[in-house]
C-alpha cells in the first residue's frame, strides 16, 4: 500500500488523480480550494459529467466551473478525491460550513460584498454588459464587464486578498451548517445582477440534490 500524504502547515499542495490546488489560509487553520472545481477535474470523477449550456453558449469547456452539481454531488466527490489522493486520515475533505465561507470571502473583514463597500463590483463574474449582449433580454450591472457572458474559466473570475479566485462569482458554491443538516449556496454567480443578491450574508437554501447550470462547489482540506 503507498504511503499516506500529509499536508504540511504553511504550504500550498494538489491532489492527485484530479490535481486540485489548496491553498493554506492560515487564519482558518485549512486548506482552501484556490478555485472552483472545474469541468475538467470533476470528470475525472464522473466521466460523463456536463455542465450544459445556456441558449447556446457553453459552460461545459475543461476550465469552467462544473454547473449543474448538487451537494450530494460535491460530497461525492470529495470522498473520491480523499479516497484517490491516500491523504493521511487525520484529513478530511469537504465542502465548507456557511461560517467558513464567509470568511474566506470576505477575507475576515467585515465588507458589503467579497470585493468590498462600492457598487459596481471591481472583480468577478456576474452578469454584465457582456451577458446583456449575449442575452438582450436580460437585466445587467450597469458600468461593469467582465468579458464572459456565461461562466469563465476558473483562474480568470478574480482574485480576493487570499489568493482565492472567485469566491462570490462564477458560480454559487454549496455550503452546509455546520452541526446542521441545512445546506445552501452562497456568494453570485454570472448570472446575478442585483446587488442584495451579491452581499456577504446572502444565502440560497436549496436541498441537497438539487443542481442548476450555476450550481458549484469549493473544497476545503482540513485535519479533524
Request: some cysteine.
Amino acid at each position: 500500500m503507498s504511503e499516506k500524504f500529509t499536508p504540511e502547515e504553511t504550504k500550498d499542495f494538489s491532489l492527485a488523480p484530479s490535481n486540485h490546488q489548496f491553498v493554506w489560509i492560515a487564519a482558518l487553520s485549512c486548506w482552501v480550494g484556490k478555485y472552483a472545481v472545474t469541468n475538467k477535474e470533476f470528470r475525472c470523477f464522473r466521466e460523463a459529467h456536463d455542465s450544459g449550456d445556456f441558449s447556446g453558449v457553453s459552460l461545459n469547456e475543461d476550465e469552467q466551473p462544473a454547473a449543474m452539481i448538487s451537494f450530494t454531488d460535491a460530497m461525492d466527490y470529495s470522498a473520491w478525491l480523499m479516497e484517490g489522493s491516500n491523504i493521511n486520515d487525520d484529513f478530511v475533505i469537504r465542502v465548507p460550513s456557511h461560517e467558513e465561507w464567509t470568511a474566506m470571502a470576505s477575507c475576515g473583514k467585515v465588507k458589503r460584498f467579497p470585493w468590498g463597500d462600492e457598487w459596481p463590483p471591481t472583480y468577478g463574474n456576474y452578469g454584465d454588459k457582456s451577458a446583456k449582449e449575449s442575452f438582450p433580454e436580460w437585466d445587467h450591472i450597469e458600468d461593469y464587464d467582465d468579458g464572459f457572458p456565461v461562466s469563465c474559466p476558473v483562474d480568470k473570475a478574480g482574485e480576493n486578498e487570499w489568493g482565492l479566485v472567485g469566491v462570490g462569482g462564477n458560480v454559487y458554491e454549496w455550503t452546509y451548517e455546520a452541526g446542521g443538516t441545512k445546506t445552501e449556496l452562497r456568494g453570485g454567480s454570472w448570472s446575478t445582477f442585483q446587488p442584495e443578491y451579491l452581499e456577504l450574508d446572502n444565502r440560497y437554501r436549496r436541498e441537497a440534490s438539487s443542481s442548476l447550470i450555476n450550481f458549484g462547489f469549493r473544497l476545503i482540506t482540513i485535519k479533524i
